[in-house]
Nanobody, 125 residues
Framework: HVQLVESGGGSVQAGGSLRLSCAAS????????MGWFRQAPGKEREGVAT????????YYSDSVKGRFSISRDLAKNTLYLQMTNLQPEDSAVYYC???????????????????WGQGTQVTVS
């Protein structure tokens, strides 16, 4: 049973940094990919970043490119999102997601995933 649990959210001032984590109880398949999404109040869910199984392929939305970095630790079954130079418009609930993927591939930002975490709140003031 795939279960994703996000952590690391919180409140930070503009220009600050946070690192989100997403711990997976088990991954959907030996070949999988993962991603981060966010949803602000009154807005549609937005893809933020995606990553392939080995981390060699990553994609970012234009709004976070150069500020956010996605990575994963396969030994720990954990996905990360390092966020720097945070701005108020980055405030949202952040979700991680996972699905099977062709080996070495990553989904496009905002792609469809089968498994989702419950979200963690990030507030930037």
């Amino acid at each position: 049973h795939v279960q994703l649990v996000e952590s690391g959210g919180g409140s930070v001032q503009a220009g600050g940094s946070l690192r989100l984590s997403c711990a997976a109880s088990v991954l959907p398949d030996s070949s999988n990919c993962m991603g981060w999404f966010r949803q602000a109040p009154g807005k549609e869910r937005e893809g933020v970043a995606t990553i392939s199984l080995g981390g060699g392929v990553t994609y970012y939305s234009d709004s976070v490119k150069g500020r956010f970095s996605i990575s994963r630790d396969l030994a720990k079954n954990t996905l990360y999102l390092q966020m720097t130079n945070l701005q108020p418009e980055d405030s949202a609930v952040y979700y991680c997601a996972a699905d099977t993927c062709p080996l070495g591939a990553a989904q496009v930002v905002g792609g469809n995933y089968k498994y989702w975490g419950q979200g963690t709140q990030v507030t930037v003031s």
